[in-house]
C-alpha cells in the first residue's frame, strides 16, 4: 500500500513539468490540433466546459469537427440572460448532442430563501461559490483532461494562461486551446463557419455571464469590464 501511494505521489509531481513542456511546444499551433491531441490522449476522460461565449461556441465547432466525441458541460445557474438559453437550445440543435447541464444545489428561490434575496449585491463570492465553483467540481470529477475557452487577452488575470497546465485544485489537465487567440481571431472563425452565436454579442457585450452581474461595456473598455461592475471581483472563481 505505501508502495503504491508513493508512486501516485511521485508521478504527480513529475507531470506539470512535462505539461509544461508540452504547453510549450503547443504556443505556435492551432486551436484545432491541440484538440485533436486532447482528444487522442484522454478519449471520453476529457471534458470540455463552457458558459457559451463566442470562444465558447467556436471550441465546440472545433471539437465537433476534430474530436471523435467529446463531453461538453455547463453549468446552469438559473441566472443566465434568455437569450443565453436560446442559443444553448440552437446550439444542441445545430450539432445534434445534448450538453451535459450542471445545476446548483439550491434553486435561485432556495437561496434566496437560505441566505437573503439577491445574494450576488451582497456577497457575490459566496453566490459564485455556490452557484458556479461546487457545480463545476461535479462536473469534472471522473475526467482527467478539462478543456476551457480561455484566452490570454480577455483580461490582465488571464494574460498568462498556460496552452496546458496541471490543475492541481481538481488534479487534471487543463488545456485552453484559444489561449492564444484574439477576439478578432475567434470572430474570423465563429463568422467563416456559421457558428451560432449569442445575438447579445452585438450588442456591447463582449462577456455574457449571469444576467444580474453583467453588462455591456463602454468603447475602450476591457473585454470583462462588463462582469460584476462597480467591485473588484474580475474571475467567479472557476479558473483561480
Ligand atoms: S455571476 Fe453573479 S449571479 Fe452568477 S453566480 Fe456569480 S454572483 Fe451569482
Redesign the pocket.
Known amino acids: 500500500m505505501d508502495g503504491v501511494e508513493h508512486a501516485s505521489t511521485e508521478v504527480v509531481s513529475w507531470v506539470p513539468t512535462l505539461l509544461e513542456q508540452i504547453s510549450q511546444s503547443f504556443e505556435v499551433a492551432e486551436p484545432q490540433d491541440i484538440l485533436s491531441w486532447a482528444s487522442t490522449t484522454f478519449g471520453d476522460k476529457m471534458t470540455l466546459g463552457t458558459a457559451f461565449g463566442v470562444s465558447g461556441m467556436v471550441l465546440i465547432d472545433m471539437a465537433m469537427k476534430v474530436c471523435k466525441e467529446v463531453d461538453v458541460f455547463y453549468i446552469d445557474?438559473g441566472?443566465f440572460f434568455p437569450e443565453t438559453y436560446e442559443l444553448i437550445e440552437r446550439a444542441e440543435k445545430r450539432y445534434g448532442v445534448r450538453f451535459r447541464r450542471l445545476t446548483p444545489e439550491l434553486s435561485v428561490e432556495g437561496q434566496a430563501q437560505a441566505h437573503g434575496a439577491r445574494?450576488?449585491e451582497k456577497d457575490?463570492n459566496k453566490?459564485?461559490s455556490m452557484?458556479?465553483v461546487v457545480p463545476l467540481s461535479q462536473a469534472v470529477r471522473g475526467h482527467t483532461a478539462w478543456v476551457t475557452g480561455l484566452r490570454r487577452d480577455q483580461s490582465p488575470t488571464r494574460r498568462h494562461t498556460p496552452v496546458v497546465q496541471w490543475n492541481k485544485k481538481h488534479q487534471l489537465v487543463k488545456i485552453a486551446p484559444l489561449a492564444n487567440w484574439t477576439e478578432k481571431d475567434v470572430w474570423t472563425y465563429a463568422l467563416k463557419h456559421d457558428v451560432p452565436y449569442n445575438p447579445l454579442h452585438n450588442q456591447g457585450f463582449p462577456s455574457i455571464?449571469?444576467k444580474?452581474?453583467t453588462r455591456a461595456v463602454r468603447p475602450g473598455e476591457d473585454l470583462r469590464a462588463g462582469r460584476w461592475s462597480g467591485s473588484d471581483k474580475t474571475e467567479?472563481g472557476l479558473h483561480l
Open positions: 445557474t441566472l445574494l450576488w457575490s453566490c459564485c452557484r458556479k455571464g449571469c444580474p452581474c467567479c
